[in-house]
């Protein structure tokens, strides 16, 4: 790949608001829960989760201060998603080459 | 509004399910025809950014909040196929690494969230440019495509979660529109400015398709 600045400016700027601007985000429940809460079926949600993520809600675990583990699986996530939306590019592009 | 295991029935979530696979590999065979080598790199700053984005709640009302879905943003950027593939990883990521949505539910969620804004979106926004030219139009046109995929969205969440039996549609689709007409307001006012500073600063990222229409002469 080609060293275009723009890239690495745009992957800071994610990783800066996944890893810092993150820790300013509102605790308050989202619409759906909001909506879910007020009308009694927010318990319908399976408490007891059928995969079990290595980082559920948003939280390094391990860590007991809770802006560091979020802003720690903000960053992860954040460098997850890059790798994984240019390995995407990559595949369907080598699909392509193969004159798909 | 991400759908949790346990408010979706099999028969709603298998089809949803299946819907959003097949635009997910619609989207894989489209896509490798139209990709430039430029849409690469961009495929994993926009997944990255709008994963990032969708951490960073904010405040809508009384003890409520809502979060950047970015759709439409990143249909805009990568045009509807490309974009369908990045919404469906941030979404895939999200429920397996942060079990922030079911993993039953993870294809309604891609529905609701993904395939919707960008490939309605796509449509939608197309059809409004056609009408306001120009890069003030184009932003306009931004604004409601994206206000207007949120409430969508979340009635569709709504639909899906009243055919499930969870609650009854009459209660549920009134409020999940409701609250998300104000969540799609933020939602429209990020892509919007989104939007307005990659075409004063950088054009070439905005997809082609989506560029503004010119009114009288310029390039578009």
Known sequence: MKGARWV??????????????????????????????NQGFWER?????????????????????????????GFLGTLVLFALGLGVGWAVRRLRRRGA | MHIPDGFLSTPVWAAAGAVSAGAVALSASRVG???????????????????????????????????????????????????????????IVQALLFQDGGITALGANVLNMGVLACLLGFLVFRSLRRL???TQGALISAFITAWLMVVLGASLAAVEIALSGTIPLRLVLPAMAGVHALIGTGEGLITTAALAFLLRVRRDLVHPLCLPRAAAGGAA
């Open chain 1, 8 to 37: 690495w400016i745009g992957l800071a700027a994610a990783l800066a608001v996944g890893g810092l601007l993150s820790l300013a985000a509102s605790p308050a429940p989202d619409g759906l829960e909001r909506v879910a809460e």
């Open chain 1, 45 to 73: 949600a399976v408490q007891t989760p059928l995969l079990r993520s290595p980082l559920p809600g948003y939280l390094f675990p391990g860590i007991a201060d809770e802006r560091l583990a979020t802003g720690l699986a």
């Open chain 2, 33 to 91: 025809r139209t990709l430039e080598d430029k849409q690469v790199p961009l495929m994993g700053v926009a997944a990255a950014f709008i994963f990032a984005a969708q951490m960073v709640n904010f405040p809508i009302a009384s003890g409520t909040s809502g979060h950047l879905g970015g759709g439409v943003l990143a249909m805009l950027l990568l045009g509807p196929w490309a974009s369908t593939l990045v919404m469906a990883a941030i979404l």
């Open chain 2, 132 to 134: 306001l030219a120009g």
